[in-house]
């Protein structure tokens, strides 16, 4: 994920911005730069890698001097991570770093080409530049209300303008961003820990509010031009709370971010009620030509291929196999051109799923990447690639990332399903709808975790677990007993529910409780039978249903309902309480959450 931050006081500047820089490393990022006011000029300098890179080419072209400026680490999203990609953006009169999305970019870009702009970069951020450059006439302020009217999604931005040395300006939209508050200096950062060595005083930016920052001032106008009186913060965490955001772990902080990680990754890909991903192997028009789907990935990537097999076949009449990767690569593969593989990954390093990825591309199928890291191997090999808009995610157990995985494989589903004539736009842009009000209620459903809590406290001694569930209930059980089992280390299986009784429901007792995922209408009763069995066996049960299902009050210990949607879109709701579940659990049984033991983050090894 970038960071922003951005300084004007008495000290040198480029040492507070590379100390700020260092302390958002964290987030993640494959590039870095700044901009600074040396002499009454704009100085940048950027550079692809780490922060020791970008030190390295200041002391090859001169560290720059000055008091007021502004920097960023960019995690990629759009264009790889390379110097010309990296920010700062803007040219010798305006510099500009950005957070987030922006969704129109191409549009704005192409409005910008006809007026004589010619684009370096391949980024979204270029375009806020340009059109800065395009509405400014003297007035900072006029100028940044004009682009954010005219661009759509999410961003953070730190503004410089040669006009005006000793100033920044900045504003938000859907990413974050903080004005640090000192005695005769001022900050911007997109996280605490960029500014807590020196101030822990801090404005909140809201929506679309403006900060404009000298050395003693500090002046917010909301979108009108009012100036606004604003509470000042105090942060009272350390530098560690600091990179969590406040949360004491990475993986409830990145349980917490999936709803905008989900609207990050569908909005910039769905124009008009259609998701549309411009590919260049792989035309919006070309969809409809494949005999079938192959998803191949590792792990909790792999269960998100399951959502997505269940999805295609459901809605676009499709045929889908899924595999693990490690199975696929050393397989005699039946597959050719007429054949899409689809390999998941959120690293995009992991070494079975790009071994998988090669060997499909070795029979001729064509490939495409889902993937979260801009310009990871998988990435650069697949004929084509989606990108996962997730952020960098920290914690080895992976959510939020599996939950975009998932949100690209309905917009693919739907992608299919037009282009075999089995939905209409009008259909495909209800359907896009009811994905972004899921990430609204996946939102509420994250302020009270308090029942999953209590239900975690009644089952963290077990010592063995099984999650039972039918169709997409059981891709979701899949991935609810992955996470309960490798950071809390109860041993725990998924299971067809309809499975158990050939031979595996012999080791169903009293010690071992059964958490049941029972959300798809069409099925219930017939997973509800196979709760019964269980519970004939002793079994403790916590039934996972629908908020408006008809349980028998016999039929179950414990009882989690979820908000209500059509059957299709319920994974995305029922994961989050399996989280949650896996989550509270291992916090009860006092393991590392985010360092599970023999696990790492990324799996390059064979
Ligand atoms: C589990 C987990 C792993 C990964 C798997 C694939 O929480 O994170 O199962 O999903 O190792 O990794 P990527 O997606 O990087 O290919």
């Given at each position: 994920m970038c960071g922003i931050v951005g300084y004007v006081g008495m000290q040198d500047v480029t040492d507070v911005l590379i100390d700020g820089l260092q302390h958002l490393e964290y987030r993640g990022y494959d590039s870095a730069g700044i901009a600074v006011f040396e002499e009454g000029e704009i100085r940048v300098v950027k550079s692809r890698g780490r922060l020791t890179d970008l030190i390295q080419r200041m002391e090859e072209e001169g560290k720059p001097s000055g008091t007021c400026g502004i920097g960023h680490t960019r995690w990629a999203t759009?264009?790889?991570?390379?110097d010309v990609n990296?920010?700062?953006?803007?040219n010798e009169s305006i510099s500009i770093v950005h957070n987030g999305i922006i969704e129109n970019y191409m549009a704005v870009k192409a409005f910008l080409e006809e007026k004589g702009y010619v684009f370096?970069?391949?980024?979204?951020t270029e375009t806020i530049a340009k059109l800065l450059d395009y509405y400014y006439t003297g007035d900072p302020l006029k100028a940044i209300r004009s682009v954010l009217a005219k661009i759509h999604g999410s961003y953070a931005l730190g503004i410089i303008f040669r006009d005006f040395p000793g100033k920044i300006f900045a504003t938000r939209k859907d990413s974050p961003l903080i004005v640090g508050v000192g005695k005769g200096e001022n900050f911007i950062a997109s996280d605490v820990p960029a500014i807590l060595k020196y101030t822990r005083d801090y404005y909140l930016l809201e929506q679309d509010e403006i900060a404009e920052l000298t050395a003693d001032s500090v002046t917010i106008t909301d979108v009108n031009g009012d100036i606004l009186s604003k509470e000042l913060m105090t942060a009272d965490w350390d530098m560690e709370a600091a990179e969590k955001g406040g949360y004491p772990h990475f993986m409830i902080k990145e349980i917490n971010e999936q709803p905008t990680a989900i609207v990050n990754t569908i909005s910039p890909r769905i124009e008009d009620g259609v998701p549309h991903f411009h590919l260049p192997n792989l035309?919006?028009?070309?969809?409809?030509?494949?005999k079938s789907v192959q998803i191949v990935a590792c792990g909790t990537a792999m269960h998100a291929g399951m959502i997505g097999k269940y999805l295609i076949e459901r809605m676009a009449r499709l045929p889908v196999n899924v595999e693990i990767a490690s199975e696929f690569r050393y397989r005699d593969l039946l597959l050719d051109k007429d054949d899409l593989v689809i390999v998941i990954s959120q690293?995009?390093?992991t070494a079975d799923s790009l071994a998988a990825l090669r060997a499909a591309k070795e029979v001729g199928a064509h490939t495409l990447a889902v993937v979260n890291?801009?310009?990871s191997s998988i990435a650069r090999e697949a004929d084509d690639v989606i990108y996962t808009?997730?952020?960098?995610?920290?914690?080895?157990?992976?959510t939020k990332a599996y939950t975009v995985q998932v949100a690209v494989m309905y917009l693919l589903a739907i992608k299919f399903a037009l282009a075999r004539g089995r939905m209409t736009e009008q259909e495909s842009a209800e359907f896009c709808r009811t994905l972004f009000d899921i990430s609204k209620s996946m939102e509420a459903m994250l302020k009270d975790t308090h029942e999953c809590q209590y239900y975690a406290s009644k089952f963290q001694n077990a010592h063995s677990l099984f999650f039972i569930g039918r169709g997409l209930d059981y891709a979701l059980s899949l991935e609810g007993s992955l996470k309960l089992k490798e950071i809390s280390y109860i041993h725990s299986e998924a299971y067809a529910a309809g499975e158990l009784?050939?031979?595996?429901?012999?080791?169903?007792?009293?010690?071992v409780p059964v958490i049941a995922v029972a959300t798809q209408t069409r099925i219930y009763e017939k997973t509800i039978s196979n709760v019964k069995e269980v519970r004939a066996r002793g079994a403790k049960v916590l039934l996972i249903c629908k908020q408006d299902a008809v349980v028998d009050?016999?039929?179950?210990d414990y009882i989690l309902r979820i908000p209500v949607y059509d059957d299709i879109f319920m994974p995305l709701m029922t994961i989050v309480p399996l989280q949650l579940f896996a989550y509270y659990t291992t916090i009860l049984r006092g393991c590392d959450v985010d360092k599970p033991r023999n696990l790492a983050k990324s799996v390059t090894v064979e």
């Amino acid at each position: 994920m970038c960071g922003i931050v951005g300084y004007v006081g008495m000290q040198d500047v480029t040492d507070v911005l590379i100390d700020g820089l260092q302390h958002l490393e964290y987030r993640g990022y494959d590039s870095a730069g700044i901009a600074v006011f040396e002499e009454g000029e704009i100085r940048v300098v950027k550079s692809r890698g780490r922060l020791t890179d970008l030190i390295q080419r200041m002391e090859e072209e001169g560290k720059p001097s000055g008091t007021c400026g502004i920097g960023h680490t960019r995690w990629a999203t759009h264009g790889e991570p390379s110097d010309v990609n990296s920010h700062p953006h803007g040219n010798e009169s305006i510099s500009i770093v950005h957070n987030g999305i922006i969704e129109n970019y191409m549009a704005v870009k192409a409005f910008l080409e006809e007026k004589g702009y010619v684009f370096e970069s391949q980024t979204d951020t270029e375009t806020i530049a340009k059109l800065l450059d395009y509405y400014y006439t003297g007035d900072p302020l006029k100028a940044i209300r004009s682009v954010l009217a005219k661009i759509h999604g999410s961003y953070a931005l730190g503004i410089i303008f040669r006009d005006f040395p000793g100033k920044i300006f900045a504003t938000r939209k859907d990413s974050p961003l903080i004005v640090g508050v000192g005695k005769g200096e001022n900050f911007i950062a997109s996280d605490v820990p960029a500014i807590l060595k020196y101030t822990r005083d801090y404005y909140l930016l809201e929506q679309d509010e403006i900060a404009e920052l000298t050395a003693d001032s500090v002046t917010i106008t909301d979108v009108n031009g009012d100036i606004l009186s604003k509470e000042l913060m105090t942060a009272d965490w350390d530098m560690e709370a600091a990179e969590k955001g406040g949360y004491p772990h990475f993986m409830i902080k990145e349980i917490n971010e999936q709803p905008t990680a989900i609207v990050n990754t569908i909005s910039p890909r769905i124009e008009d009620g259609v998701p549309h991903f411009h590919l260049p192997n792989l035309p919006d028009d070309t969809f409809g030509r494949f005999k079938s789907v192959q998803i191949v990935a590792c792990g909790t990537a792999m269960h998100a291929g399951m959502i997505g097999k269940y999805l295609i076949e459901r809605m676009a009449r499709l045929p889908v196999n899924v595999e693990i990767a490690s199975e696929f690569r050393y397989r005699d593969l039946l597959l050719d051109k007429d054949d899409l593989v689809i390999v998941i990954s959120q690293s995009g390093e992991t070494a079975d799923s790009l071994a998988a990825l090669r060997a499909a591309k070795e029979v001729g199928a064509h490939t495409l990447a889902v993937v979260n890291v801009v310009g990871s191997s998988i990435a650069r090999e697949a004929d084509d690639v989606i990108y996962t808009y997730a952020g960098l995610e920290i914690s080895v157990a992976s959510t939020k990332a599996y939950t975009v995985q998932v949100a690209v494989m309905y917009l693919l589903a739907i992608k299919f399903a037009l282009a075999r004539g089995r939905m209409t736009e009008q259909e495909s842009a209800e359907f896009c709808r009811t994905l972004f009000d899921i990430s609204k209620s996946m939102e509420a459903m994250l302020k009270d975790t308090h029942e999953c809590q209590y239900y975690a406290s009644k089952f963290q001694n077990a010592h063995s677990l099984f999650f039972i569930g039918r169709g997409l209930d059981y891709a979701l059980s899949l991935e609810g007993s992955l996470k309960l089992k490798e950071i809390s280390y109860i041993h725990s299986e998924a299971y067809a529910a309809g499975e158990l009784k050939h031979g595996t429901i012999s080791l169903i007792s009293q010690d071992v409780p059964v958490i049941a995922v029972a959300t798809q209408t069409r099925i219930y009763e017939k997973t509800i039978s196979n709760v019964k069995e269980v519970r004939a066996r002793g079994a403790k049960v916590l039934l996972i249903c629908k908020q408006d299902a008809v349980v028998d009050p016999e039929v179950a210990d414990y009882i989690l309902r979820i908000p209500v949607y059509d059957d299709i879109f319920m994974p995305l709701m029922t994961i989050v309480p399996l989280q949650l579940f896996a989550y509270y659990t291992t916090i009860l049984r006092g393991c590392d959450v985010d360092k599970p033991r023999n696990l790492a983050k990324s799996v390059t090894v064979e």
